[in-house]
Structure formats: C-alpha cells, structure tokens
C-alpha cells in the first residue's frame, strides 16, 4: 500500500519485538480515511482471496476491480486494486461502516499501519518493517501496545505470508538481473498463472501442457478443485519459465527409429 504524496508520514523502522500502539476502531475520528487516496498492490494470493469472498471467476474479479503497473525493477505487471472514482478515489470495498471484506482483506491493509520492505540479497529473500504515523491517522494515538509478531497474529498475515513469499521471491529475483528483458509472451504467463488462476487451470487442463511437463497425479487431483494448490503450481510453473529454479519436469520424448 502507498499513500498519496501530500499526505504527511512520519516513518519509523521497526524490529520484529519493536513495540508501537495502535488502534483503528468504528468510533475514531479518521476511520476509513485511509482507504481512500491510496494505492493498493494485491498479491496472487489477495486476489485469489478476493474473488472467493466475492464469488467472482478470476477473469472477472480482474476485470472489475484491478488494473496493471509494470514493476519498475522487473518489468512484471504489478496489480492495483482500482479506486472509485471522483476526489476521495476510495477503496471499492468501503463503506461507512467499514471494510465489506475485512475477513478477506488484502496484505497491505492488514499490516497497516505497519509497511514492509522487501529485497533480494544473497542470502534470498529478506524483509524489514516501518511504522506508517500518517498526518491524518488518530489510530496510533492510544489504544494497544503491539510487537510486529503480536500485530502478524491478530491481523491474519501470517497465512498470506506463506504465499507472499514466494511471489516476492520471483518478482524480486527477476528485478536483480541486469541486461535481461521479460517479454510480453512471458508478462502474460505470468499473470495468468499468479493472478488469472482459471485461466491458468483450463491452460493446464485443456492444452497440451500435460504432455510435456510431468505432474504428479495427486496434486493434479488437487489443482483441480483447491485454488490454493493451484497458485503454488503456478509459482513453480513461473520459476521454471523464468529460469529462477529448474522445479518442473520435462516428459522425455521418444523418438521413434526411421
């Protein structure tokens, strides 16, 4: 989540133990003001969420609520939840009374008003956290005393993380190499088997994909009816495309004798 530029943050790094207060609650006086002037990046795993929740096909949740930024390391399309329209360019899912899918929420706003900063290093993927007091936030004026690990537990995030991280890893790892461009053959690839996931399923299901790449037959079992299964056949399908890991098997061919 990024906040509009003429708003006023105050950003203060955090340890995982740091302890930071904060409260968001129906009766405080900026309640929904930060859902609106924000923009919002959704993971593969926010959108799989989303369109759950919403009972959407993939390919209509997309439509619907999402537009695509290249990530400027990367070149890989970046997701953003789309604002409605007009000043306030609020968050399609507010109201009044709070978030319509606060169950389902994306990444970004649960760790609000925590941010976390993500790179790629030798040692693989590794993160760091910042505290977010934004001009006209009131939630951090009173209320519970919260370490990183307290706040991952109690908002959710920690299921999110699990499938977070290995998307972060991709698009980071991709954003590191020098001299090497992502074609739009492999931008759509991408999309589809991270964010597109029916799509992704009938590609695998209806093409010829199972006639060169081997899966087990268990897990196929499972891409068929667990969206969550799914998406992390995606990644490794992804990682394999990219040449990040060699985590997919070939079919070998035979070649009959003339």
């Not at 209509?60 to 609520?65: A, K, S, T």
Request: negative net charge; aromatic residues 14%; hydrophobic residues 35%.
């Amino acid at each position: 989540m990024s906040t509009d530029e003429s708003q006023e943050i105050d950003v203060i790094e955090l340890t995982s133990k740091t302890p930071f207060t904060f409260r968001c609650y129906p009766g405080v006086a900026c309640f929904n003001e930060c859902c609106a002037r924000t923009t919002i990046f959704l993971s593969p795993y926010d959108v799989l969420r989303l369109r759950r929740r919403l009972n959407l096909s993939s390919g209509e949740f997309l439509q619907r609520f999402t537009h695509q930024i290249p990530d400027d390391a990367s070149g890989l399309p970046s997701v953003v939840l789309t604002m409605t329209a007009g000043e306030t360019r609020c968050c399609p899912f507010s109201s009044p009374n709070g978030c319509q899918v606060y169950e389902d929420r994306p990444t970004a706003c649960r760790y609000y008003p925590v941010g976390v900063a993500s790179q790629w290093t030798d040692q693989g993927l590794q993160e760091c956290y910042v505290y977010f007091q934004e001009d006209h936030c009131r939630g951090f004026e009173a209320g519970d005393e919260w370490t990183i690990e307290k706040w991952q537990q109690d908002q959710g995030v920690l299921p999110y993380e699990e499938f977070n991280r290995e998307w972060k890893s991709i698009v980071l790892r991709v954003g590191v190499r020098t001299g090497k461009s992502v074609s739009a053959k492999m931008r759509d690839e991408y999309y589809m088997a991270l964010y597109d996931l029916d799509r992704f399923q009938r590609y695998v299901f209806d093409s010829d994909f199972l006639k060169i790449f081997a899966v087990d037959p268990e897990q196929l079992t499972r891409m068929q009816t667990d969206p969550e299964e799914l998406l992390r056949f995606g990644y490794r399908y992804i990682k394999f495309m990219l040449r990040l890991e060699n985590c997919l098997e070939i079919k070998k061919v035979r070649i009959a004798p003339d």
